[in-house]
């Protein structure tokens, strides 16, 4: 007797279970999540426009989420929340507006889901992207510095130029962002899952 049919069946059975399992229950759990709208009638996440959308295809383009998560587990699956990182685990609501998610590979880094909330400052940012080690002693993140220029400083020092330990104020050269360090910025300051959504009470 043939086995043949079974087989097929079995194949079958698998595909279908699969498509259902990883394509179509996902799909429609996702389908119509809309922005949480707080008391102040302000909705999150916001949908990312301007030098915040330029930053994001800059952080994709230099291989961020290489090192980097941004995917706060919940209690239970790791000390994320002990750290810092998140004030609550990361929903599939915080990421309806990113095409595709950058949730990461792995994390030679901190997971950056919250870093617009931990880290406001833009000159910090400046400084960790110029040279990581100055502002997270022990890092190995690579220095981005050809997303900043160095020039002779003339009438005043610029607000965005960079403070190095090395320089102090007296120098004579300032490095200041180049507008990708600016977008760039602008995308890690807007990252902030830090709002209420329904699916954590």
């Given at each position: 007797?043939?086995?043949?049919?079974?087989?097929?069946?079995?194949?079958?059975?698998t595909?279908?279970?699969?498509?259902?399992?990883l394509?179509t229950?996902?799909?429609?759990?996702?389908?119509?999540l809309?922005?949480?709208?707080?008391?102040?009638?302000?909705?999150?996440?916001?949908?990312?426009g301007g030098?915040?959308?330029?930053?994001r295809?800059?952080?994709?383009?230099?291989?961020c989420?290489?090192?980097?998560?941004?995917?706060?587990?919940?209690?239970?699956f790791?000390a994320?929340?002990?750290?810092?990182?998140?004030e609550r685990?990361?929903?599939?609501?915080?990421?309806?507006?990113?095409?595709?998610p950058?949730l990461?590979?792995m994390?030679?880094g901190?997971?950056?889901?919250?870093?617009?909330?931990?880290?406001p400052?833009?000159?910090?940012h400046y400084?960790?992207?110029?040279?990581?080690?100055?502002t997270?002693?022990?890092?190995?993140?690579?220095?981005?510095r050809?997303?900043?220029?160095?020039?002779?400083q003339?009438?005043g020092?610029?607000?965005?130029?960079?403070e190095l330990?090395?320089?102090?104020?007296?120098a004579?050269?300032?490095?200041?962002?180049?507008?990708?360090?600016?977008?760039?910025v602008?995308?890690?300051?807007s990252?902030?899952?830090?709002?209420?959504?329904?699916e954590?009470p």
């Open positions: 007797m043939s086995r043949a049919p079974l087989l097929y069946v079995g194949i079958l059975f595909v279908i279970a699969s498509s259902l399992g394509i229950l996902p799909e429609k759990q996702l389908v119509g809309e922005p949480v709208v707080d008391d102040n009638g302000v909705a999150r996440p916001v949908e990312p030098a915040v959308a330029e930053g295809e800059l952080y994709r383009a230099l291989g989420l290489y090192c980097h998560s941004q995917q706060v587990r919940p209690q239970g790791g994320d929340l002990e750290r810092g990182w998140g685990r990361t929903v599939a609501r915080d990421h309806i507006f990113d095409r595709p950058l990461g590979t994390r030679t901190p997971d950056l889901a919250n870093i617009g909330a931990r880290q400052s833009e000159s910090w400084l960790h992207l110029y040279e990581p080690t100055l997270s002693p022990g890092s190995t993140m690579p220095p981005f050809f997303l900043f220029q160095e020039r002779e003339v009438l020092r610029p607000a965005d130029a960079l330990p090395a320089r102090g104020e007296g004579a050269r300032i490095i200041v962002p180049r507008p990708e360090a600016k977008a760039l602008a995308y890690l300051k990252l902030d899952h830090g709002y209420a959504v329904p954590v």
